[in-house]
């Protein structure tokens, strides 16, 4: 298995429950990322990890809650989300956090919370 | 603060037309890189290119040309006789040093419909 891999593809949830996203990658990259796209909205960064160390969290309400295990994993704990938070949830990884380094990004993760 | 403007929401045309995607920029760093990334229905943003900024040469990729002005902060990407299946997002982004590594800021996108 090659690529990024975020699990699941699709998730409905309530504004009451506890759920988890997932991400995995296997092309030995040392930075993750999670970004959520709303429609009509750029792309917005939620947080960084470079060799498991978060870098960056982007003012994301605490009912987001990040965890990189290893370099190859990354989680987003969703709890108590609102219906705004409805989303398209992108993992991405890239070989280091350098300017010139692309990312390489998962399917995404289609959250509608309910 | 860096900005990425695609003004095109949406553009639609049929299959062999020449079509232009255009992105503005906007960064007071001497040094960043542009990107071009495709997004399929499948989901995931593909890469196509990335450009420094202190390489303005045009750059071709079969049917895929991209324009780099920095005189205009324009960073544009032309497809050559386009086909139904360049139908997708694209997305165009700027990447700028930050403290903690770099930035990758992404404008809104382009929907792309190439009919048949």
């Known amino acids: 298995e090659t690529g990024v891999t975020q699990t699941p593809r699709h998730l409905v949830m309530g504004m009451t429950n506890k759920k988890s996203l997932k991400c995995e990658q296997h092309l030995g990259h040392n930075a993750m990322y999670w970004y959520k796209q709303s429609a009509k909205k750029p792309l917005e960064l939620m947080f960084v990890?470079?060799?498991?160390?978060?870098?960056e969290n982007n003012s994301v309400p605490s009912r987001f809650s990040p965890e990189c295990p290893n370099s190859s994993h990354l989680f987003l704990h969703l709890h108590t989300l609102q219906p705004e938070d409805s989303a398209l949830y992108l993992c991405?990884?890239?070989?280091?956090?350098?300017?010139?380094?692309?990312?390489?990004f998962g399917q995404g993760t289609r959250l509608t919370v309910v | 603060a860096q900005k990425v403007t695609q003004a095109q929401t949406e553009i639609s045309v049929v299959e062999k037309e020449d079509v232009t995607l255009d992105c503005v920029y906007e960064?007071?760093?001497?040094?960043?890189?542009l990107f071009w990334y495709k997004q399929p229905p499948s989901g995931e943003l593909v890469f196509l290119i990335r450009r420094n900024s202190f390489d303005e040469q045009n750059e071709i990729s079969g049917r895929y040309s991209w324009n780099f002005q920095k005189s205009t902060s324009s960073f544009n990407f032309t497809i050559t006789a386009s086909q139904v299946v360049d139908s997708a997002v694209y997305f165009c982004?700027?990447?700028?040093?930050?403290?903690?590594?770099?930035?990758?800021?992404f404008g809104e996108g382009t929907q792309l419909t190439v009919n048949p």
């Open positions: 990890y470079s060799l498991e160390e978060r870098v």
């Open positions: 960064t007071r760093d001497t040094t960043y890189y």
């Open positions: 991405a990884s890239s070989q280091w956090i350098n300017l010139n380094t692309e990312a390489f």
């Open positions: 982004a700027l990447n700028v040093k930050e403290t903690s590594g770099s930035r990758l800021t």
